[in-house]
């Protein structure tokens, strides 16, 4: 069965620094992939889609690669902020109907 | 614009009770999804509809059921709520369902005792 894992529960760094957060799957190959940030009692929000013929993709302080050789994704935010405290929940599309299979996810905190 | 609603807030709930969370979107999305969440275990798929009319079962359906009478609301029903079945549970809505983003509500949490 389909296997999606999440390097590591909690990662802290210091602001300003770049976080990187890995995202490995196995036993299938998604066609896209999908990465959300979700704070303390709330749904989570849509950050990056990145799509499997595509190696990166940027938007603002984000950064998302796919490497389907690997069975990975990595996510990185440059020059970190408080503010990106968060979890950060990795999403490949599984099976046909489009559906998700989320990560169980990666806290970050960012300390100042 | 109000998104996605959710309700109630929070429940506590006797075992053995019915309860049904209600969903409702205002942006004609066509998919939509009930999922829980529990401490390490992450978010799981519970059912979806990809348009009015249709339904399907995801990772982990059995004790619920949901309806999808019309484009707004997903209601998800527990039949007999057992202690198993205290979660957060999240709906959320996407455009088409395919290569679509999804938008999250704010959530229920549910105690069955």
């Known amino acids: 069965s389909q296997k999606i894992e999440q390097n590591s529960e909690a990662l802290n760094i210091q602001e300003g620094k770049t976080a990187t957060l890995t995202c490995n799957y196995t036993n299938y190959s998604p066609a896209y992939l999908q990465w959300y940030r979700q704070d303390p009692g709330r749904g989570p929000v849509f950050l990056l889609l990145i799509r499997e013929n595509e190696k990166e993709k940027r938007k603002e302080r984000l950064k998302v690669t796919f490497d ?6 990595l996510f990185h935010i440059t020059a970190s902020q408080p503010a ?12 046909s109907q489009g559906n998700l299979i989320f990560g169980k996810g990666t806290k970050l905190s960012v300390k100042p | ?14 075992a053995g009770r019915r309860m049904t969370l209600r ?16 401490l390490g275990l992450g978010l799981r798929l519970i059912h979806y509809s990809n348009t009015a009319g249709t339904t399907g079962k995801g990772e982990v359906p059995d ?9 707004d609301d997903f209601p998800l029903t527990l039949a007999s709520a057992v202690p198993s079945q205290t ?12 290569w679509d983003t999804q938008y999250f509500g704010p959530g229920t949490r549910l105690t069955v005792l």
Not at chain 2, 63 to 71: D, E, L, M
């Open chain 1, 68 to 73: 389907t050789t690997l069975k990975q994704s």
């Open chain 1, 84 to 95: 990106d405290s968060a979890t950060y929940l990795c999403a490949p599309l599984w099976g």
């Open chain 2, 1 to 14: 614009i109000a998104g996605i609603t959710q309700a109630p807030t929070s429940q506590i709930l006797a």
């Open chain 2, 23 to 38: 969903c409702t979107q205002d942006m004609r999305h066509n998919a939509m999804y009930w999922y829980r969440q529990d």
């Open chain 2, 63 to 71: 004790g619920y059921s949901v309806s999808r009478a019309n484009t």
């Open chain 2, 87 to 98: 979660s957060v549970y999240f709906c959320a809505s996407s455009p088409s369902g395919d």
